[in-house]
Structures are given as structure tokens and as C-alpha cells.
């Protein structure tokens, strides 16, 4: 199974990237094929800027080839002042027209909101909801994972490297989120396909 990571905000030393890396961990004891889109690199303009589609930048290669190659796409967002990120609603505005259909084109998407305390629930929904309306928009088969996970107080649960801190749950909730989006990717998209 090929799956994409993209770990929605810019701020430096940011705790999504820790739930990032923490996923990837999981889908690699599965022997998945597993790359995280760091958006540390974001590149994106904002304000209408445009993008030149003919010469992409490393970043954007990276985010569209990981993305339109992938089985599954994890789709992660801290609670942003009780939203999703910038970042993230940027890129859907730049990456929703017609051709870019195959960046929603059979596949399953796994929405994660990051808190560093309680929170998360809204900015899953936020993307739940977008990324419904281009699918449907597209006219593409896709499926958004009914299964959402929240990380709480996320810097003491997992450290740098996506390791867990301590034994509170935290591991038994993601591991069943992983794993849930992993059934259901082998559900909907072919099975030649995954393998």
C-alpha cells in the first residue's frame, strides 16, 4: 500500500509532524510504502498568487507525486485558531480544478487534528467537508474515512521522532485509527492496486 502523509502547517518544530512521523512508524511495521510531505517546505501563494504548473518547485513536486501516487492520505491540521490551517486551505484552493482530479481519484483519505492540549475535532470536520465537496465536485470515487483521530496534548505523548512518551492510551487510540484506515483502503481501492 502507498501512502501519503501531509503534515499541514509551516511553523517550525511543530507538533504535527511528531503525529506525522508516529503514523508513518505504524505503517511501516506493515511494510507500507510511506512518505510524509513536510510542510515546512511550504511554498504555496497566498492571495491569488499563481502557481507555474510547467516548473514546480521541489516542494510542489514532492506534494503532488506523493499525494496522486498514494493508496491512502492522511490529511493532518492543528486546531488553528478553531480551524484548519492556512497552509491547507490554500492548497486546496490552488489544487481543485478539473485537472487535478486524480489527486482525488480512488483513494481514501484519514483526517487528523492536532491540539497541544484538548482539541483537533475541528479542523477534521472542516477537512471532512472539503475534501467531500471536491470529490463530489470532480466527479471522483474516493472515501473519507469516517474514522477520525484527535491528538491531545500531543508534545507528552510522542517526542520527535514520532516515539511514544508514555503508556496513557494515546497508543492504543492511534494504533486503531492506523489501522482502521488501513482496512478500509484495502476494502475500496483494488487489490492489485494496494500491492
Wanted: proline fraction near 4%; charged fraction near 20%; aromatic fraction near 10%.
Amino acid at each position: 500500500m502507498k501512502v501519503a502523509i501531509l503534515s499541514g502547517t509551516s511553523r517550525k518544530n511543530n507538533n504535527t509532524l511528531r503525529v506525522a512521523k508516529a503514523i508513518k512508524n505504524l505503517h511501516e511495521l506493515q511494510n507500507d510504502e510511506v512518505e510524509i510531505v513536510d510542510f515546512q517546505q511550504y511554498d504555496l501563494p497566498f492571495s491569488g498568487g499563481e502557481i507555474d504548473e510547467t516548473n514546480p518547485t521541489n516542494f510542489q513536486k514532492h506534494l503532488l507525486n506523493t499525494w496522486q501516487k498514494a493508496h491512502l492520505v492522511y490529511v493532518l491540521s492543528p486546531e488553528y485558531n478553531w480551524m484548519m490551517t492556512p497552509e491547507l486551505s490554500n492548497l486546496v484552493n490552488h489544487y481543485s480544478g478539473n485537472h487535478h482530479a486524480p489527486l482525488y481519484s480512488n483513494k481514501v483519505f484519514a483526517m487528523v487534528g492536532v491540539s497541544s492540549g484538548i482539541g483537533g475535532r475541528i479542523p477534521t470536520m472542516q477537512l471532512c467537508s472539503v475534501f467531500e465537496k471536491i470529490i463530489f465536485h470532480l466527479g471522483q470515487f474516493s472515501v473519507i474515512s469516517p474514522n477520525k483521530f484527535e491528538s491531545h496534548y500531543t508534545q507528552k505523548e510522542l517526542d520527535e521522532n514520532g516515539n511514544y512518551i508514555a503508556e496513557t492510551g494515546y497508543q492504543n487510540r492511534l494504533e486503531k485509527f492506523v489501522g482502521y484506515a488501513s482496512s478500509l483502503t484495502q476494502r475500496f481501492v483494488s487489490i492489485e492496486e494496494v500491492q
